[in-house]
T-cell receptor, first 114, second 114 residues
Framework: RKEVEQDPGPFNVPEGATVAFNCTYS??????FFWYRQDCRKEPKLLMS???SGNEDGRFTAQLNRASQYISLLIRDSKLSDSATYLC???????????????FGKGTKLSVKP | NAGVTQTPKFQVLKTGQSMTLQCAQD?????MSWYRQDPGMGLRLIHY???????DQGEVPNGYNVSRSTTEDFPLRLLSAAPSQTSVYFC?????????????FGPGTRLTVT
């Protein structure tokens, strides 16, 4: 089983739609979770961190379910500018500590159409 | 601040040639890393460093060397280029020792090996 798995996509949605991305991770000791956004031919950039209680940033809501090892990202009222690839990211944990490298999912491509 | 800079942006090499991809950051980050991104494979960690003089291997280190003589610079050396190393290479930096942090990426180097 891959360490971080995402919906393969692509997701093609009309403007104004609500779209949800899902992600699962295999290491139950993982402690930090993120969603990154990558525009075509650009570098990844942090969209939002994902906290245990869930968190919201404008039209974006992230949820974490530690028991199911599942992370989600909900985008409401999609805009054309939301078109990008969304990467689920989990921090690997080393030696029982809290530090480690980031493990990236392969990403889910979103296209928002007029 | 310039953030994370990478040079060159594009490079074409012949099989067997060697070269160094440059990466620099001006945010005084302890952690620096190199990833390669291939279609359908996502971002894979090549090498990383948690401070000057300290480097370690990531998921796909073969064929690459790194060194970290200063906090700012983290060059990646291709020893003898192979077509399988055709990829987009991203350098990234972040703080180290905290649970949640943003990893900042450079703009990438697109490398083609013929």
């Amino acid at each position: 089983r891959k360490e971080v798995e995402q919906d393969p996509g692509p997701f093609n949605v009309p403007e104004g739609a609500t779209v949800a991305f899902n992600c699962t991770y295999s290491n139950s000791a993982s402690q930090s979770f993120f969603w990154y956004r990558q525009d075509c031919r650009k570098e990844p950039k942090l969209l939002m961190s994902v906290y245990s209680s869930g968190n919201e940033d404008g039209r974006f809501t992230a949820q974490l379910n530690r028991a199911s090892q599942y992370i989600s990202l909900l985008i409401r009222d999609s805009k054309l500018s939301d078109s990008a690839t969304y990467l689920c990211v989990v921090k690997a944990v080393r030696d029982g500590g809290s530090q480690g490298n980031l493990i990236f999912g392969k990403g889910t491509k979103l296209s928002v159409k007029p | 601040n310039a953030g994370v800079t990478q040079t060159p942006k594009f490079q074409v090499l012949k099989t067997g040639q060697s070269m160094t991809l440059q990466c620099a950051q001006d945010m005084n980050h302890e952690y620096m890393s190199w990833y390669r991104q291939d279609p359908g494979m996502g971002l894979r960690l090549i090498h990383y460093s948690v401070g000057a003089g300290i480097t370690d291997q990531g998921e796909v280190p073969n064929g690459y060397n790194v060194s970290r003589s200063t906090t700012e610079d983290f060059p990646l050396r291709l020893l003898s280029a192979a077509p399988s190393q055709t990829s987009v290479y991203f350098c990234a930096s972040s703080p180290w020792g905290v649970s949640y942090y943003e990893q900042y990426f450079g703009p990438g180097t697109r490398l083609t090996v013929t």
